[in-house]
C-alpha cells in the first residue's frame, strides 16, 4: 500500500473519534467544513509558501484546492476571530502543583497543608499570590471547586483533592484541553514524520495488546493511573524547578508530556 492510501485510512481512524465528539456537540457537516477550510488557508499561507516568495490568495488556491474567492474570504475574516485564552487553566494547574510541591504550603510530612482565606502568612491567598500572579484568591477558589479540585469544609479549611486540572466531561475547559492534547500529539507525529535521518526524534511511544483477560482492564486502569501519575507529577516537579524568571530577558521554552489510556475493545470494527 502506498503512502497516500496509508494517510487516506489514517485520517480516517483519527476523524471517528473527532466526528462522535463533533456529532455530540450539535457540530453540522457544514461547520466542520467551514474549520478545515480555514485551517488549510491558514497553513498554506503561514508556513508553505515558499522562502524569499510572497504569500498570495491565487498560490493559496492552488495548493488546498479552494477557490481564490473563498481564500480571499478566509484571510479577511481571519482577524475577526477570537481565540479562548488557556490562561486560566495553565494558573490554575501552577496552582495545584505549588500546593503539592511547595515547602511553605505543606505539612512536616510533605503532603498539601489545609489552608484557608486569611490574607496573613502562607494561606491560600498567599498561595495564589506566588503561583497565579494577579489572579483574585477567591476567583481561583470558584474555579478550582467548579473542576473539584478543592473542597471547603463549614469551618471554611480549603483541602486540595487533586494535583491535576481536569474538568468534567460537559465542562467547556474539557474541550479546550481536547484541543490542547490533540494539537500537541499531532505536532510531535508531524515532527516525527518530517524529520530527516539521523535528526533526533521527539519521544513518541505506545503500548497495546488485543488478547488481554478482560477482568484484568480495571487493574490495568488503576496501574496507570498511579504510575503515570507519578511519573507525570516527577516531570512537573523537574520542570517547575527549571523554569525560568518572569522576568528574564529572551523566550522561554513551552514543553510538554502526556499520558493517556485508551479502550477500543466496544468499538465497531473499521478498514484498518
Known sequence: MDAHSQLDRALRRLLRPLVRIMLRQGI????FSEIAKRTYMEIAWDEFTPRNARASDSRVAIMTGLTRKEVK????TRSQRTEL???????????LS?????PDFCDDKGQPRLLNMTDDGLQFPALVRRYSGDMPPRAMLDELRRVNAVKVDDNGAIQVKSRSFVPDGGDPDSLRMFGLAMSDLGHTIDSNLGAVPGEDLLFQRYVSNAQLNPRMVPLFKRLLAERGMQLLESLDDWMSSNELP????????HIGAGIYFFDRSDQPPTDD
Request: glycine letters at 10%.
Open 28 to 31: 453540522s457537516f457544514g461547520e
Open 246 to 253: 518572569e522576568d528574564a530577558p529572551g523566550q522561554s521554552a
Open 85 to 95: 485564552s488557556t490562561n486560566h487553566m495553565n494558573r490554575a494547574t501552577r496552582v
Open 73 to 76: 474570504r478566509l484571510r479577511e
Open 98 to 102: 505549588g500546593w503539592f510541591r511547595d
